[in-house]
């Protein structure tokens, strides 16, 4: 329970500090919607999503208003659409994006997850149709985000998958050349995807899910960024074990605005609750920053050398705090480092503190991976392949979530802007080595194996 001084504290975080609720997203199993004709298929989702989420939005507004917490974005999550659309072509599976995209503009929300695939060992007709139906289905809607996991500690890497996604990848961003690659930003590639994640674009319903359930995003990295400058104030002398402990205090106390939020919203769908995720997600608002964190802990910027130290401190407090907070903490909770959603990051990227070398090293210890990092136009399949395998790679190895939501910008070259609007910000373009070369070694394909440790019990 709360104390009188942790009452005061919630309410500066919520008054000045930019605590929110980043996402309640509704999660729906669609397995029971399965037909061989297109037709019954679609009219089922529609039915089964719309009776579901009707009233997702004004009740989330509802909560929000009563306990004075701003619900950011209201998210639906699906099952992966290449299961329960198994049987269509490719062309079909963008018709149904369509389709899927109306259903969220009738219901309001703000996104749909869940146009995914779990290709980690290998392909169904639907993971091919899906796959290869991706760009045209983000460039052709405005609310479908994707995600296909193509790793897992347990399975290893499907490197014919990796390739796949790079051509997705570069497709997606020519087919909105017009808007600097933007389809690209509404797609994860993942290794060890959870079943659970209600933050975009990864989020999709994992198959051991209930039919419905209400999972919870939410962020705080100016309410930190605020509990370490308040400690740095008081003593200057606190050390970094009494450091974490403070992040760690002030992750608890988020955990527990979200949970609240997340049951009630939940209690008045009629839903049960499923996880609060405490991820430190930025936005392009000054004061909302994971990268100011860094630089209240003593750094010049994020990407100097102590970086790394630093985001495997924040990111192991953040999950203890969460943990402590609720029995049921679940999907990426941690630290995000997306580049061009986060105004410090995007400026350490600029003055060239932070390069993709950098990025990679600092997502062996953060809650994702290369997020939102925008790259010359020119760089090929072979070199964005890659710089796949490489963060698959780190997540297999280390048995953690990673994964990349990169952006090739059509035209542009590194130093060049992009902008993509909205919560998505923008991003100085990052140089990539040998970006228009060759890589022999991922056209060989096949499936690296799984490590020795993944074998124990």
Same mark, same amino acid.
């Given at each position: 329970m709360f104390n009188d001084s942790e009452f005061i504290t919630t309410l500066e975080m919520l008054k000045y500090e930019h605590l929110d609720v980043r996402a309640v997203t509704?999660?729906?199993n669609l397995t029971d919607c399965a037909s061989h004709d297109i037709g019954v298929f679609t009219a089922n989702i529609r039915k089964k999503i719309t009776s579901l989420a009707g009233n997702l939005v004004a009740v989330c507004n509802q909560v929000g208003e009563k306990y004075g917490i701003n619900v950011v974005n209201k998210r639906?999550?699906?099952? =992966?659409?290449? /299961?329960?659309?198994?049987?269509? @072509?490719?062309?079909?599976? $963008?018709?149904? *994006?369509?389709?899927?995209?109306e259903i969220a503009a009738e219901v309001n929300v703000d996104f749909i997850g869940g146009f995914s695939a779990l290709v980690e060992k290998g392909f169904s007709h639907g993971d091919r149709a899906l796959i290869e139906a991706i760009p045209e289905a983000l460039a052709q809607t405005g609310r479908i985000c994707s995600s296909v996991n193509v790793g897992t500690t347990r399975a290893g890497i499907n490197m014919d998958a990796v390739l796949m996604m790079a051509q997705a990848i570069k497709k997606a961003a020519e087919l909105t050349r017009d808007k600097?690659?933007?389809?690209?930003?509404?797609?994860?590639v993942f290794c060890n995807i959870p079943e659970d994640v209600p933050f975009m674009a990864g989020a999709y319903l994992?198959?051991?899910? =209930?039919?419905? /359930?209400?999972?919870?995003?939410? @962020?705080?990295?100016?309410? $930190?960024?605020? *509990?370490?400058?308040?400690?740095?104030?008081?003593?200057?002398k606190a050390d970094l074990g009494l450091v974490a402990e403070t992040i760690k205090r002030t992750a608890c106390k988020v955990t527990r605005v979200g949970e609240l939020i997340g049951r009630e919203v939940a209690q008045n769908l009629g839903l049960p609750f499923g996880v609060v995720d405490l991820s430190l997600a930025p936005t392009p608002t000054v004061g909302d920053s994971v990268g100011e964190i860094f630089q209240s802990l003593g750094l010049l910027s994020i990407g100097v050398p102590g970086s790394t130290a630093a985001l495997a401190m924040l990111n192991d407090a953040v999950k203890k705090g969460g943990a402590f907070a609720s029995s049921y903490v679940g999907g990426l909770s941690g630290a995000f480092i997306p580049v061009s959603e986060d105004l410090n990051i995007e400026e350490a990227a600029r003055l060239g503190h932070?390069?993709?070398?950098?990025?990679?090293?600092?997502?062996?210890v953060c809650s994702v991976g290369l997020d939102m990092v925008a790259i010359p136009g020119?760089?090929?399949?072979?070199t964005l392949a890659g710089i796949i395998a490489d963060e698959m790679a780190i997540g297999m190895i280390?048995?953690?979530?990673?994964?990349?939501?990169i952006i090739p910008v059509p035209g542009k070259k590194a130093g060049d802007k992009a902008f993509f609007g909205g919560l998505l910000g923008h991003a100085t373009i990052i140089d990539v080595k040998n970006a228009g070369g060759l890589n022999p070694f991922i056209r060989r394909g096949g499936r690296i194996p799984a490590p020795i440790h993944s074998l124990k019990n």
């Open positions: 509704l999660g729906i639906i999550s699906i099952s =992966p659409i290449s /299961v329960v659309a198994a049987p269509f @072509s490719a062309d079909r599976m $963008v018709g149904i *994006a369509r389709t899927l995209d600097d690659g933007l389809a690209c930003a509404k797609l994860c994992g198959i051991g899910e =209930p039919d419905a /359930v209400i999972n919870v995003g939410v @962020s705080g990295p100016g309410v $930190v960024k605020k *509990a370490i400058d308040r400690l740095v104030e008081a003593d200057g932070l390069n993709i070398e950098k990025l990679e090293a600092m997502t062996s020119d760089t090929t399949e072979d280390n048995s953690k979530t990673t994964a990349t939501r």
